[in-house]
């Protein structure tokens, strides 16, 4: 079959059994429980959509996620919880471990960790919505309402942010709560509520 140009991609290793699963557990301590249990979530619905594991699947199928809405999800909610950090420690191992059995999935691991690394590990052509949005916030642990005009309210207990789409722009009003005992205390807030 000298015509064959399909590549060859027989790890040896599972991604997510012998690769992913095993940092995870290894940072335990570092990283925040919700945040270990989401991620292990999070792979094993990729692994479940994509079908790439070594049992009764395709590694290949690896760098297809890599590619994919769900993976930049996941490589953004751990950027919103400073955890992206396990992302690019696990995108390493990954290149390292499948560079001669399978070069196609190594070389899309250590793009996307580079990317990662640098802060563009994004659509180019990604809009945000309020959807997006609601997602996001939910993913990073927030409460999100939606009232019946669309937007999103976030109640914390000093804090109100209400989120709204406008066209092509995104809109967002911070309302914060809080006490003074006097004029001028109640000046110097807003001053600096002007400021920021």
């Known amino acids: 079959m000298s015509g064959d ?16 699963n095993p940092i995870i557990s290894r940072y335990s301590g570092k990283l925040p429980l919700p945040v270990m249990d989401e991620v292990k979530k999070r792979l094993a619905r990729a692994e479940d959509k994509y079908r790439f594991s070594i049992y009764n699947g395709d ?19 751990l950027k ?13 191992a990954l290149a390292e471990e499948y560079a001669e059995e399978c070069p196609k999935v190594a070389e899309k691991a250590r793009e996307a960790a580079g990317k990662l690394k640098e802060g563009r590990l994004e659509r180019e052509q990604s809009t945000i919505t309020v959807d997006g949005i609601a997602r996001m916030l939910k993913m990073a642990g927030y409460s999100v309402e939606r009232t019946e005009d669309g937007k999103l309210v976030i109640k914390e207990p000093f804090v109100t942010v209400t989120i709204w789409q406008s066209g092509d722009s995104l809109n967002y009003q911070i309302c914060r709560r809080g006490k003074v005992t006097t004029f001028d205390a109640l ?7 002007r400021e920021a």
Do not use: G, M, Q, T
């Open 5 to 20: 140009s399909v590549e060859a991609c027989s790890p040896s290793k599972d991604f997510l059994r012998h690769i992913a």
């Open 59 to 77: 590694p290949s199928r690896i760098a297809s996620y890599l590619d994919s809405e769900d993976f930049l999800d996941l490589a953004k909610y």
């Open 80 to 92: 919103a919880v400073n955890n992206e950090w396990i992302l690019e420690e696990i995108l390493k």
């Open 187 to 193: 000046l110097a807030k807003i001053s600096k509520i």
